[in-house]
């Protein structure tokens, strides 16, 4: 079980790099090795705690908006599966260290489950020190080994009792118990981790939690999807991101005042983009393109470095866009050690119609419709060629 847990995290990135050499010969390209990488360059794979730990109900551990979802809709889920018991790293961890050592791993990122941490999600209902426990017992068999943790705060997985308490993201009392959890992990954990992501891929979150309702939990407009039962795909996507990226900068400030100095660690964020290519020569594709990047890539990344949104978002989102104080832009601008970026594909994008604002959505704000064909041909060579 634990060697197919880390084969399933780690095969992804074989696969892209196999296949790219795969590639490269065919059309007379160097083929990629380590040796193409420059000196300490770091070779790892990464898990999301939900969908690899298991023990769901062990240790201590309190209800995630995942558990809810995947519980009361199976139906949303591909095979109806859920992570009670995933691929069980909660008790197989030291195996997976072991073959992630035999595999040549230099560093392993992996996601703290917040209510193995704080069961009802926040710091007055008390520390469980079960959980503690089992991040200490992986952080220490992951040195013994020679593996680097990086350590990812939050992969989705917030707490059902601040859903059911106050909205999770949806409500601004949410940055100071994320900032209070954050602080566990760092007083507790900050001695042996010295590379922290606050948040992976807010983008997702929001996009399939709050505007499509495919993921937890499982909000959208009603229009948006029948099964959506409440939820507002125009509004709440974007008042999830700006929660979501005030407790960023909340946690990063603290552990740069009060831990940064005697733990010697980073912080950062881990941010997900596609790259978009106009889909003809038209200045409305080149706009559009401009305008796609901006409502993905931009809407988290402009905060972070010049601590407001795109002026594209702010004019076509107008008021459902929430603003940023400047108390809060002073906070957020230049809140990271460092910025990781996922990026998975390619899109064209070309202009789309105004939507005539009866029905809004993050989907059509950007006014870009994204596609990877042109002409009946694919941006680019498949995986599987």
Not at 23 to 49: D, E, M, N, Q, V
Request: glycine share 10%.
């Amino acid at each position: 079980m634990a060697a197919r847990a880390v084969a399933a995290a780690v095969l992804p990135l074989l696969l892209l790099v196999v296949a790219t050499s795969a590639y490269g010969g065919a059309h007379g390209r160097r083929p990629i090795s380590r040796r193409s990488f420059p000196k300490g360059f770091l070779f790892g794979t990464a898990t999301s705690s939900y969908q690899y730990e298991g023990g769901a109900m062990e240790g201590g551990r309190g209800p995630s908006i995942w558990d809810n979802f995947t519980h009361q809709h199976p139906d949303k889920i591909a095979d109806r599966s859920n992570g009670d018991v995933a691929v069980d790293s909660y008790h197989l961890y030291k195996e997976d260290v072991r073959l992630m050592k035999d595999m040549g791993m230099d560093a392993y990122r992996f996601s703290i489950s917040w209510t193995r941490i704080l069961p009802d999600g926040t710091l007055k209902g008390g520390v469980n020190r079960e959980g503690i426990k089992y991040y200490n017992n992986l952080i220490d068999e992951l040195l013994s080994k020679g593996v680097q943790p990086f350590v990812t705060l939050f992969h989705w997985d917030s707490p059902q009792g601040l859903e059911d308490k106050y909205g999770g993201f949806l409500s601004p009392n949410i940055i100071n118990d994320y900032k209070d959890y954050a602080e566990v992990c760092f007083r507790e954990f900050g001695d042996r981790v010295k590379h922290w992501i606050t948040f992976n891929e807010p983008w997702s979150f929001c996009v399939t939690g709050y505007e499509r309702g495919v993921f937890a939990p499982g909000r959208c407009s009603p229009w948006e999807k029948a099964n959506c039962s409440a939820g507002d795909s125009g509004r709440e996507p974007y008042t999830a991101a700006h929660h979501q990226i005030l407790a960023h900068a909340a946690a990063a400030r603290l552990y740069k005042q009060k831990y940064k100095a005697v733990q010697k660690g980073k912080i950062g964020i881990s941010l997900v983009s596609n790259w978009f290519t106009p889909l003809s020569r038209s200045k409305s594709s080149v706009i559009a393109t401009r305008r796609a990047i901006e409502f993905m890539l931009g809407w988290f990344l402009d905060p972070l470095a010049r601590g407001d949104y795109p002026g594209s978002m702010k004019e076509l989102v107008g008021n459902r866009l929430p603003r940023f104080t400047k108390k809060q832009s002073k906070l957020v601008k230049g809140s990271f050690d460092f910025i990781g970026i996922n990026y998975y594909t390619t899109n064209y994008a070309d202009s789309l119609p105004l939507s005539n604002g009866l029905r809004n959505s993050y989907s059509t704000d950007a006014q870009a419709n994204l596609t990877g064909v042109r002409n009946g041909v694919p941006i680019g060579p498949q995986l599987t060629e």
